[in-house]
């Protein structure tokens, strides 16, 4: 596919172009696409560069064309939206080509959209938050998971924190898993309330990292893995394996290193879904 304007400056800070963001999401096809298979997208556009103004665009124009698959998925309150749904290649470049820098996936597909088969808590910290201390509540996500049967995945999301996240088997309704990511996050801030919130408003949570359990609700989304970031530095939302975590910063891979990583590494998250696990018997453990 030729790129438009490729040589339009999309990181000014980086000397990064479109070409460059085309190109990367070019490379990364083979691990990122199958993160997004079968899933309403959000797609934050940047077609002048983040210094620019962007916007979430969560429903397609009418100008995208034929090849990109468009689903409508209920809404809830009564009707339907209509989502783009990335599942190859082509339209991962596509996308790309029209300024999308960053790609955010729902935790259900398109199929059974009420019926989430990805469970994420994420980690919102304060200014200047050390990253051992983030580091440490991801683990003590992880360990939590696992008292509740889940298996958990880490991802440096490219921002500020962490994602911590269990595949689940797609069985349980967006309520019951709600139920479940705040229990487990309300377990984890109790057993650190000087350092670790589940408050929702700003003002109540101080200093303290902030356990986010609402991207699990009906239409929410997370960063999908391999996505790039609008902001300086071009750091890219990369998946770990837990040994990795212990060296690693949230915006720890730029969009050069996410491509030296991937010629050397496999995804981390290659057999997410060979560790599902049911939501309601994960909420039965916790008591």
Known sequence: MKISHEDKVFYPDDGLTKGDVVGYYRDVADVMVPHLRGRPLTLRRFPDGIAKQGWFQKHPGEHFP??????????????TDD?????????????????????????????????????????????????A??????????????????????????????????P?????????????????????????????????????????????????GYAQTFVAPYSLR?????????????????KADPDGWSLAKEKQRLARKDDPWRDLDGHAASAEAALAKLG
């Open 66 to 79: 034929d090849s990109v698959r468009v689903e409508r998925v209920p809404r809830r309150g009564g009707g």
């Open 133 to 166: 201390e983030l580091r440490a509540t991801a683990r003590r996500i992880r360990d939590e998971y696992e008292r509740a049967g889940l298996t958990a995945f880490v991802q440096a999301t490219g921002g500020r924190g962490f994602h911590v996240l269990a």
């Open 83 to 131: 989502y783009v749904v990335c599942d190859d290649a082509e339209t991962l470049e596509y996308l790309a080509n029209q300024g999308t820098v960053e790609f955010h996936v729902w935790l259900s597909t398109v199929d059974a959209p009420e019926r989430p088969d990805r469970l994420v808590l994420d980690l919102d910290p304060p200014d200047r938050t050390p990253v």
């Open 168 to 216: 689940l088997d797609a069985k349980s309704d967006t309520e019951v898993v709600l139920d479940l990511s705040r229990a487990l996050a309300d377990r984890v801030a109790a057993a650190d309330p000087d350092r670790l919130t589940t408050a929702q408003r700003k003002e109540k949570r101080g200093d303290r990292i902030f356990l986010d359990a609402n991207r699990n």
């Open 230 to 246: 609008a902001r300086p530095g071009a750091a890219a939302a990369t998946p770990l394996d837990w040994r990795e975590l212990g």
